[in-house]
């Protein structure tokens, strides 16, 4: 079973709001709704994030920044405030990310942490703090295990060819699920797990045999019966929302893509739930 070892992180996690810490943090006491877009990369990056950023907070977006340009104009469709970096020196204390109601991990890849910022995200998250991580940020950090525990105790292992297949909407009640169909044709790299995730709520999974054989490349012999997508928990006093769904181009841009307008309103209504807008998490 790929559940059978569930491992400690010693905090407290899982879908029990007891978990959550609701403390007096500069993002309750103001009047804004903030997110963080950080999108640093190691070894491999996505071809939807484009040409790395510059220096700073809020550098310039070329025309091929597609991804972080994308959630940056979702956001500000719903009165979010969006800053963007993928400056280290942006998350080096806890002050800086408590301006934030949320911090979206976008297609992070390998290490994109020292020492600084994993303190300053532990402490974000044990204030009560917002975090979501779409697609290749589960193939982050794969030797912190508190971040793996954020993830809900998954990482990426491989995938197989991107191709066509049918997601099913798990949890309808969830706000980033419910405008979404019971069922929804999506074309995504569909990524194998090793950890699984465990104590999560599972919100959205690839339909069985939709997608055909989910091995990968790597010899992982896939998940045939039971393949979450998406999945929400409770993380040290902070919310966490993950989706391994987002590699095509077209989820961001204009190009055609069965499933697109589902992927983000799931997306941005996984934003909404952390940063308090919508209620997370929901049974």
């Not at 992070?108 to 600084?116: F, G, K």
């Amino acid at each position: 079973r790929d559940d059978d070892k569930v491992a400690d992180y010693g905090v407290c996690r899982g879908t029990d709001p007891s978990c959550y810490h609701t403390w007096d943090t500069v993002f309750r006491r103001d009047t804004v709704q903030r997110i963080l877009v950080y999108s640093r990369t190691g070894v491999s990056r996505h071809a939807h994030l484009g040409p790395l950023l510059g220096p700073g907070l809020n550098p310039p977006l070329g025309e091929g920044n597609v991804a972080q340009r994308a959630i940056v104009r979702w956001a500000a469709e719903r009165d979010i405030t969006a800053d963007w970096t993928e400056d280290l020196g942006q998350l080096d204390s806890p002050g800086k990310l408590l301006r934030y109601d949320g911090v979206v991990f976008l297609s992070t890849s390998r290490d994109i942490l020292d020492d600084a910022a994993q303190t300053s995200l532990t402490q974000y998250l044990r204030a009560g703090g917002g975090f979501v991580s779409i697609h290749n940020t589960l193939g982050s950090e794969y030797n912190w295990p508190y971040f793996q525990g954020l993830l809900g105790g998954a990482h990426f292992y491989d995938h197989g060819p991107h191709r066509d297949g049918v997601v099913q909407t798990v949890n309808s009640r969830d706000a980033s699920t419910r405008a979404l169909p019971r069922e929804w044709a999506y074309k995504e790299e569909f990524y194998n797990l090793e950890p699984f995730p465990t104590k999560v709520r599972v919100l959205a999974a690839l339909k069985p045999g939709t997608a055909g054989d989910t091995r990968g490349f790597n010899g992982h012999p896939g998940h045939p019966r039971h393949h979450p997508v998406s999945w929400c928990q409770y993380y040290d006093g902070g919310r966490s929302w993950v989706t391994s769904l987002g590699h095509d181009v077209a989820n961001y841009t204009d190009g055609p893509l069965p499933g697109k307008e589902s992927f983000k309103e799931h997306v941005m209504g996984g934003i909404r739930s952390v940063i308090g807008a919508e209620p997370f998490c929901r049974r």
